[in-house]
């Protein structure tokens, strides 16, 4: 089979083992490898959401080149090799939300969105590993919820996806999807890759 990205003559790498990654990037008829970055999230750090969602993604990229064995050798190649890396954070009341680390905590969350909104901020990097060229941007978008039942707070924590997400939010939960209302921006921003802005960095970067 013919993917959009041999059409297009590149190779594509995601850097992520997200779920969710992995269905949009194939919703958007790319055919891809997965190669990890083993880096320390919690030491890096930044005051401002989108400084640090494209530090993350900036900190993963370039683990997975060096974990590939540095540029050089892709330079050789005749095809370019593109990587995607990104990284999502959730926003609640201007304080700045990663992967839950307990169950109080993720009990704190979810409780904080029912019947209220949390902001979401991804980023996303695209790297020409042929060429070195690289784009960086982010996105944002806002979801706004209904009342969210006490027993199915206690059923999305006892539920391990709460723990891998950020902000213990995944929107394509059956448990949470009937309570939100509405989404101000791109679904997929929420669920950890624009498309458009991913979309825009493979030509930019080609």
């Given at each position: 089979m013919t993917t959009k990205a041999m059409e297009r003559g590149f190779k594509l790498i995601l850097g992520s083992q997200s779920m969710a990654r992995k269905k949009i990037l194939g919703e958007m008829g790319?055919?891809?490898?997965?190669?990890t970055a083993d880096i320390d999230e919690k030491a890096i750090r930044r005051d401002n959401p989108q400084d640090l969602v494209v530090a993350l993604?900036?900190?993963?990229?370039?683990e997975i080149i060096t974990k590939l064995g540095d540029q050089s050798q892709f330079a050789q190649d005749p095809l370019p090799t593109l990587l995607i890396?990104?990284?999502?954070?959730?926003?609640?009341?201007?304080v700045i939300r990663e992967k839950p680390t307990s169950k109080e905590e993720a009990r704190q969350f979810i409780k904080g969105y029912s019947g209220s909104h949390g902001g979401v901020v991804g980023s996303v990097i695209v790297s020409n590993l042929k060429t070195g060229v690289r784009k960086v941007g982010w996105d944002k978008a806002e979801?706004?919820?209904?009342?969210?039942?006490?027993?199915?707070?206690?059923?999305l924590i006892d539920d391990s996806i709460t723990f891998k997400v950020a902000g213990g939010l995944t929107l394509?939960?059956?448990?949470?999807?009937?309570?939100?209302?509405?989404?101000?921006?791109?679904?997929?921003?929420?669920?950890?890759?624009?498309?458009?802005?991913?979309?825009?960095f493979i030509t930019d970067v080609l």
């Open positions: 790319y055919d891809f490898t997965i190669v993604a900036e900190a993963k990229a370039d890396t990104a990284d999502t954070v959730v926003v609640y009341k201007g979801v706004y919820f209904h009342e969210i039942p006490a027993k199915v707070i206690d059923e394509e939960h059956p448990l949470i999807s009937p309570f939100i209302d509405t989404v101000v921006g791109g679904v997929d921003t929420v669920m950890g890759l624009p498309k458009e802005l991913t979309e825009k």
